[in-house]
């Protein structure tokens, strides 16, 4: 199959078209590096010996994209391109909007007028907000709490609608729990800009000396040892989702929404003791209030994609952490 990835530069992208051009696909990538590089692309190449075709494009900018779907006949189109800072997204909620909601709106577009209407979204967990009973499955209500996560519901909905309107639409949003880990390569990973938000980023740094050490946000919570609980899911097993719901869309058309988790949750501190058998490396740490928007509990029913499409997460938490001290120690800084 002929795919379009946008945002195939960025971490999940970029494992997932691993992953498409071992399984022989011919991959396009679109993508602005607004937060990301050209390099991931390379080794993706590297790793594979296989070629991808890439094009420097905002999805913003219609004209381009038009002209790319003009030149090449695109089967089907995987979705990551977005912004993804929950926390930016509370003070540049516009922004988040726009690039989100208005990138996809003007995509499908450009889709449907060039006949391609099979699209895998990258939708997030974050959907759910706090979540009411664990484990989350995929009818639990829908309540995100900050733009970003309502940049995704809005995207969901759109996609829902177009389908409604019209059944040619062949749509699988997928919700992704913890994405962590790294290509067992080490050529490709996760490469934050700045600051990490999220704990894997934060705890791989601080295992290379990049950063002092780790602030674990609340010991207070209503869990085994006080520290938040989440589903962390290999990388690997995400991109594997995606071509698992590409056969489910083309043996079965439809709109589907599906979990991707294990189903198993783990706390701060337990990642902070994996990471360290997995690394030899030990993690200091100072406990710090809770950040605001947090919840205590946050794992996936994953019973729906399991029976479905017969996917289950194969890597488990020291996996996780392997591969993410893998790619961290040979790359100290990222791609950069
Ligand atoms: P990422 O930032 O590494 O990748 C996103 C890519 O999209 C980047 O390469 C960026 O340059 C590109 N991009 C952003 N806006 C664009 C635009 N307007 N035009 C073209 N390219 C654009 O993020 P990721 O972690 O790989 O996430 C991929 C997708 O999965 C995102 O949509 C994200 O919201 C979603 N998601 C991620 C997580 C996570 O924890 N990583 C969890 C749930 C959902
Ligand atoms: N945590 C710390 N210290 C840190 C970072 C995180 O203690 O420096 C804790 C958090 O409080 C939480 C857990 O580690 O208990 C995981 O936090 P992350 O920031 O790694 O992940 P979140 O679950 O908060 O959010 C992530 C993405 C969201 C996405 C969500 C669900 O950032 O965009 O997963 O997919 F929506």
Redesign the pocket.
Known sequence: MRILV?????????HTCVELLQQGHEVIV???????KED?LKRVQELTGRKLTFFK?????RKSLIDLFDTLSVEAVI??????SVGESVNLPLRYYH??VT?TMLLCEVMAEHNVTTMV??????VYGEPKTVPIDENAPLAPTNP?GRS?LMIETVLKDLHAADKRWNIALL??????GAHPSGLIG???QGIPN?LFPYITQVAVGMLSKLSIFGDDYPTADGTGIRDYVH?LDVARGHTKALERLAERPGVVTYNLGTGKGYTVLEVVSAFEKSSGRKIPYQIVSRRAGDSAESYADTSLIKSELGWVAEKGIDEMCADAWNWQSKNPRGYT
């Open positions: 946008t945002g195939g530069a960025g971490y999940i992208g970029s679109v993508d602005n590096l607004c937060n990301s991931s494009i905002d999805l913003l900018d979705h990551f391109a977005g912004l993804k690039n989100n990138g979204f990258s939708s997030s967990a974050t970003y995704k919700r992704y729990f913890n994405p962590v996760e490469s934050p999220n990388v």
